[in-house]
């Protein structure tokens, strides 16, 4: 079972933007799975990411920060890092200074940070530790205004979100589930609403977990815990124990920001001022007035 405890609810509403609530069953495969902690300086400690302090909220765009510091003081802040990490002999896969933006909720300006990426073999508590190892080396060289991140490479490349097949048990339920998550829940004040995807860090989009996904209000600084836990015990109820559940902040752009379907799984060459048409429509051309009808490579029938 995970919980989730916060010692600081500014800080946590800052680095967790994105997961503020979650219940998750698969912790093999769901970026939100296990305790997320924020102490009382901002530091995260969770699952498959650590540091402060303050993090952007994930999915985040990296960008260079190359403007910002010269070749030498970019050289002796990756080797302050590096230090920390043999020294607690840690092996990790890059060590770079870059600049890190929410991708839903952009920060008016980008947030200067040392992100060190880690296999995927998470320690939370030492990841936390480290981290916050780094910057206290960082604050004595005088390397002011540098945020630590240490991540899981997986959950750095991204998350990815996708369909729920029409074959999977969830599926045929989800009206009279969503109906009766609304009707059961206390506090939903803050709510936007409700939606169920395959959600993770898994290239392979049919191996993240299915995700009963609620969205809130960016304004909200609540956790969501109880609520979490509420919905999993009606999703059980359901004979749907498997299914995660997280509350995640709403913003401007679309929840799926992977792209869902290949390019390699369209049928021609798409040209820009032609219309979508019917699958197997015999117009050849057709302007879209029905239904869409897309099959992912490992589908054998279409869904609408």
């Not at 607690?88 to 200067?112: A, C, S, W």
């Not at 004595?140 to 074959?167: A, K, M, P, Q, W």
């Amino acid at each position: 079972m995970s919980s989730s405890s916060v010692a600081a609810k500014s800080s946590f509403s800052q680095v967790s933007a994105h997961s503020m609530g979650f219940y998750s069953t698969s912790s093999d495969s769901s970026p939100f799975d296990g305790p997320v902690i924020v102490d009382t300086n901002g530091f995260l400690r969770s699952a498959l990411r650590a540091g402060g302090p303050y993090l952007c909220s994930l999915p985040a765009l990296t960008v260079s920060t190359s403007s910002h510091f010269d070749a030498d003081t970019v050289y002796e802040i990756k080797g302050y890092a590096a230090q920390v990490l043999r020294r607690i002999n840690l092996q990790y896969q890059g060590i770079r200074l870059v600049g890190r933006h929410f991708k839903i909720d952009p920060e008016p300006e980008q947030v200067t940070t040392l992100l060190v990426r880690m296999p995927n073999q998470p320690q939370p508590k030492l990841w936390y530790r480290t981290a916050k190892e780094i910057h206290q080396l960082l604050l004595r060289h005088l390397h002011h205004g540098i945020s630590v991140e240490i991540i899981e490479t997986d959950l750095f490349n991204g998350i990815y979100c996708s369909s729920v097949e029409s074959s999977h048990s969830i599926f045929p339920k989800w009206k009279n589930l969503v109906q009766e998550i609304v009707a059961r829940c206390p506090n939903k004040d803050e709510w936007l609403g409700i939606d169920c995807f395959r959600y993770g860090t898994n290239p392979r989009r049919s191996s993240n977990p299915v995700t009963a996904i609620i969205r809130v209000q960016k304004t909200s600084e609540n956790s969501f815990v109880t609520a979490a836990r509420y919905i999993h015990g009606i999703l059980a109820a359901f004979k749907e124990p498997e299914v995660d559940v997280i509350f995640t902040e709403d913003g401007s752009k679309p929840l799926t920001l992977n792209p869902t379907v290949p390019l390699e799984a369209t049928n021609g060459s798409v040209y820009p001022g032609v219309s979508i048409e019917i699958h197997q429509s015999s117009a050849g051309c057709s302007t879209l007035g029905g239904f869409v009808q897309t099959r992912s490579k490992d589908q054998k029938d279409w869904d609408k």
